[in-house]
């Protein structure tokens, strides 16, 4: 393994993608540079950054690695290239992920295609070193991965509430079908850590707002793949949010943890920033990540398995280009136990059907009622509601109790799709009322975490949601809706759940 200080150089450069340009001659380079070769000394201090992760290459040539070295054994076989941007100005060595390879996979079809930058694990490494993370792994750029340029807007109207400027779902294309449900499924070099960056850059992209103007983050997730290490940090690193400070990010970032309301949760927090006179933070970002566990079918706590999903949800704060605001919300907890990990433990346990009743249904029920009660409204004051949705059964039967129509929830309820993803159910659930939701339109989200706890929000759709939507290539309708999913058989989403 390489060393400590040649492993944060590459994650500094790798992580983002960065290179130079000379000022003088144009020649670029993927590195960051005080002098060009070409110019020598006439070209110091007129050499600037420039970022490709957010920019698209063309893969110039590939081959088969069909006998990788052991930090990419798991990977089995793998397509390793060069990928040029910039009409060839630079070239890098890539890895092509996300592909199941097949015997007659015709590689030189790949030749001149374009590629995206993707945040991944570079490698396997033992259980007690630090994940090593790049962004030299690329997927073919399609109707799944599309490329989307991050295009930075002045943002121009005022609200007189905070709410919801952007936000992002990131989720693999790999699926499992079982029993009548799609779940999403990692691809083995990807973890809750590689969601939260991809969701969160489709959310910059979508707010188009600079990275820079992000003054806080949290992340909620219960698949943390280290038990003391914040994911908040990686990703503020990896997306540059907060002014950057020599090699430092001026921003606050914190991981939170409440089960599968750990991001929810900080909706209001977020939001108090925010519209807090003295704060100095005009954006928030929330970001709800897991690549839900469960031990295998036939073990204790296997009844999971058929559930679990994988994905993450970004979501931005703000006064400014308000697409929702957030008119209202309620939080209420109790100590329920129906759903716990131990430490040291590698899946959770749950208390049968004591996780819906007192559980569930107990605390979603109280939420939502008390949420319309102290707002003197009803369900049908609202177009939609977002339930948390741990299985097929539960959000459809507690929406129906507290009399919403199916009109009002169905939308909304997405783990047939993408399976429980945990602190991203209901944070997935919402983005897909938000893509289909109309100005004015009343939206009731009520999220549960085990534990146990449930938030209620109101949230009132403005104006902006319409012009917004332009910018956004990567919808729930595209991850659900796509002829590029791919379906696995069980064994190899095992694998791909353990990862790398």
Known sequence: MSSEPIERRVSYIGDRLRASRCQICGKEYFEIRDYCGNCGRESYGKMDNIDLFYDKGTLEYCTLIDEPTNKF????????????????????????????????????????????????????????????????????????????????????????LPGIVGYGVYSSKFRIKDGGIERAVPFIDEDSVTAAVEAG?????????????????????????????????????VLQLGEPDGDLQAIDAIDTEFACKAASSMFKDACALVNYPNSNINYTMVIGTDNSQAAPRGC????????????????????????AEIKAWYSCTSDTPDFWRRDGEPYPMHGGRFTGDPAYNKHVRHAANKMMEKTNMKPNDFAYFVPHQPNPSFPARIAKELGFKEEQYTPAIQMQKFGNTYSGASLVGLAAILDIAKPNDNILVTSYGSGAGSDAYILQVTNQITEKRTRQKTTIKTLTENPHIEYIDYATYRRFKEGM
Do not use: C, M
């Open 300 to 323: 204790p706590g296997g009844e999971l398995d058929a559930f679990v999903g994988y994905g993450g949800a970004a979501y931005i704060f703000g006064k400014k280009d308000v697409i």
């Open 201 to 237: 850059k489709l959310a910059l992209i979508h707010s188009a707002l600079d990275s820079q103007w992000i003054g806080k983050i949290y992340v909620g997730s219960e698949s943390n793949p280290y038990v003391v290490k914040p994911i908040a940090a990686k990703v503020a690193q």
């Open 73 to 160: 054994r798991k990977l089995e076989r793998f397509i390793y290239g060069i990928v040029s941007f910039h009409n060839g100005k630079i070239r890098v060595p890539a890895r092509i992920t996300d592909q199941l390879l097949k015997e007659n996979t015709d590689f030189s079809k790949l030749e001149g295609k374009e590629v995206t930058p993707r945040f991944r694990r570079r490698y396997s490494v033992g259980k007690s070193d630090v994940i090593p993370t790049i962004s030299l792994a690329f997927t073919l750029t399609d109707e799944y991965y599309p490329y989307q340029e991050y295009k930075i807007i002045q943002p121009t109207k005022d609200y007189e």
